[in-house]
């Protein structure tokens, strides 16, 4: 499976939750309600946290060919009914596999995790009550709830707390044809509005609701099927059990912040929105045996391009039948983490610096009055000048206390990156220029 590629209606789904090139989200398109907006400092810690860890697994885990498999392969629902009873059987306890989740996600330097607790296959990873035809992980196969594993570890673990939900399910024929067999999708919704009830009230303290495929029939956006959803009426409920939960614009509701989706480069300014680079460390969301994997370096470079332009990254991981990490995404995450610890600094809290980025050679971010400057390609940037800024600077240094040369006037800040330095290739070369006291990022 290291050929995995996404085709059809699933490469469809990643490709509408993707930013424009004129930096316009298909969020952007939702329903709006101002009584369901959350301030600035309502979002804060999400803004601060910067990093994330998303988790794939389900029955589809055991079947090896991703998320997508039991629409991409035409799985009967009696098949997939008999997969999830008799093969989809963790030995490890439900406790054991979510607090080995969390050791990853804090070794990588990760401030929050959202876990899938149900996708389009309809199977819920938690003792669920309105679960159509008691489709759940803890009536069938290894009769556990994980979402409450998941929380648990979470909260034990002091990682900020998400849950994914699909309100769209394939077992409904009344999905792919919504106004032709409308009792059927009917009861869809009826499943999501209960089933989402349940993810808000039952796992202590839930920061953000992550919706995935509001759309219907794999048609048009999430925002098309506002009409069948009712997520102005949605997200009031949710709300109502929890004032500040987070949600993604997928309902067709426009949400608390945009997603980006895929593997893509963020490239282009400092985007204007609270927004998130949501991809997976390998080919799939959900395991594959023998899929490729990301490096720590190619992360290191995307969380840096992101969060120069002003975003979080949620990188997801697909962890085996089992519920472990493939050993490539551990030495992924790992790499990310040690960097992390030499340079969150320059991260965690930030905002999108007071420079635009330059594609491929450097960024900014910014904190209180403190810029740092992250310089993907030494050798370009030698010898360049930024912009010219109106709050003095007063030290230039790099992250282990090394003095750099800078010049300001009026027009241009220049700084000199030690020869030697240049020579190492880094990753990501930051230089923390202290400016005068009390002014503020982005001011």
Known sequence: MGDYTMKGAEL????????????????MAGVDDESLHLSEEDIKWWRDAKLGLF????????????????FNEK???EEYRRIAQQEFHPARSAREIAEEWMGHARRAGMRYAVMVTRHHDGFAMWDSKYSWENFTSASCGPKADYV???TDACHGAGIHTGLYYSPMDWRFPGYFDPK???ENAALMKEQAYRQIEELCTGFGRVEILWYDGGWLAHQGTDADAAWFWEPVKLNKMVRSHNPKMMVTPRSGYRGDFECDEGPHEAKGGIVPVPWEKCMSLSNAWGYC????????ESMIRMLVNVV?????????????PEGRFPKEAVETLDG?????EENGEAVYGTRGGIWQPKDHVYGSTCKGDTVYVHILDGEAFQGMSLPGIDRKIESAELMDGRAVEFAQDPGQVTLRIPEDVIRERRIDTVVRLRTEQGTACGD
């Open 180 to 182: 032709g067999r409308p």
């Open 308 to 320: 120069c332009r002003d975003g979080n990254l949620l990188l997801n991981v697909g962890p085996d």
């Open 336 to 340: 990310l983490g040690k960097w992390m």
């Open 12 to 27: 469809a789904s990643l490709l509408k939750g993707q930013l424009h090139s004129n930096m316009s989200f298909n969020g």
């Open 55 to 70: 988790i794939h697994w389900g029955v589809y885990s055991v079947i090896g060919k991703g998320e997508w498999a039991y």
């Open 289 to 296: 045996p023998d899929d490729k994997y990301q490096t720590s």
């Open 75 to 77: 799985i009967q629902q």
């Open 148 to 150: 409450k594993a998941f």
